[in-house]
């Protein structure tokens, strides 16, 4: 690990706008240890409008780092300890290549006396019965010495990032393996161009009173923004990579679910801007406010002001996203749904979600009826959407079909912070060939 010094000329403010790709604004003050190249997309800052995480003060993440907050980093330990350096001091960390959070593979997590085969005849449902969860298993139990390896795990594949950090991939294939990216209790952060394949949770928990016939569940969200201010996610991939769902097993008649969320935006978090990303080939794909209950509700109440502009979600099957609470702007996203698809906008609990500007290419026998789901009642805007070319009134055609979640039409409030809107007939030429990993301008 190591900083690498930049060079450039004083200057009291330069703005560039980049013609052709997202909008993007650098706008610093040059100082002697804090010198900027408009060239450099490490040094790049959210544009004014562009969203939420643009509000009050902004979003620069790292963007004033001097050259000893510099880094460039190719293993987990690097990046690990980069993090760490510096305290809140801004820092860029730049990434090169995939870094894989887990290269020793599950094996090393396990502690002694762990069998996964111990595990599966200790908790079968015609020996354990469904009626009774696992809380209370001893240390040495088989479900004990699970958690104990679920411990290991979480110890070593989660990554604190710090307060005014700018997280960057560098060229085209950068990123990280199995990683959790933890954005917890801290304001101004940027993560840019990187390929996030998830983790994998290696010991998921079976709980048997889970629905009526149990459910095998799993940690470890592949990015988290919990509690925190000012965040930019923008340009990255998230997929499931080479571990798919449809390539898991069945254990007790269950899918034995490795994944958790790919983005998750809770706890109280506020002003964020998610563009210009691709979620992909996931079931639980991002979701805003984790929870109903009225302790959570209120830290929620009033945050969790996310806006979501040209993403791709590309056979998601839901939470795309759920939301709670938050007053969400969803517009110039491209979803791509396949016959698994469950639902895109999830309306929950308080929500005043806007949907707006958006294309939907269906797989034939979806319904657009399907796009909105109601979990509780909360208005929603929904206008100028198109599905398959055509434009549709989501709520129309929801209530239509699915009459006993009538969904009631106006979230409340009106978006202001959007850079340009595009058609969203365009969307699919646009989104498509833009968004991800390894196209920034």
Known sequence: MHARRWHGHAMKKRVVVLAGCTALVLSLTGTATAQADSRDPARQTLGAKDGWGSYGTGTTGGAAADAEHVYTVTTWAQFKAALAAGGSAPKIIKVKGTIDAVSEGCDAFAVPGY??????????????????DLSGEPADSPEGLRRASADNQDQAIKAAVPANTTIIGVGKNAGFK???????????????????????????????????????????????VYGSTHVWMDHNTFTDGSHPDSKAPTYFGALY???????????????????WNIF?????????????SESTAVGDRGKLKVTLHHNLFRNVIERAPRVRFGQVDSYNNH????????????????????????????????????????????????????????KTDLIAVHNAEIPEETLQSGAGWTPTLRTKVDPAKALPGI????AGAGRIC
Request: charge should be negative; hydrophobic fraction near 35%.
């Open 431 to 434: 989104v498509d060939h833009r």
């Open 280 to 292: 992909a080939d996931h079931d639980k794909t991002l979701m805003i406010g984790n929870s109903d």
């Open 335 to 390: 979803f791509v749904a396949g016959r698994d698809y469950v639902y895109s906008f999830g309306i929950g609990k308080e929500s005043q979600l806007v949907a707006e500007h958006n294309a939907f290419t269906l797989a034939k026998g979806v319904s657009p009826a399907k796009i909105l789901k109601k979990w509780m009642e909360a208005p929603v805007t929904a206008a100028n959407n198109y599905v398959n070319g055509k």
């Open 178 to 224: 199995g990683a959790s990216l933890q954005i917890k209790g801290v304001d101004n952060v940027i993560v840019r161009n990187l390929t996030f394949e998830s983790p994998l949770d290696c010991f998921p928990q079976w709980d048997p009173t889970d629905t009526s016939t149990g459910a095998w569940n799993s940690e470890y969200d592949t990015a988290v």
């Open 115 to 132: 069998d996964f085969d111990a595990y599966l005849k200790k908790y079968a449902p015609e020996t354990w019965g469904r009626d009774k």
């Open 257 to 275: 679910q490795q994944h958790d969320g790919e983005l998750d935006i809770v706890r109280g978090s506020n002003y964020v801007t998610a563009s």
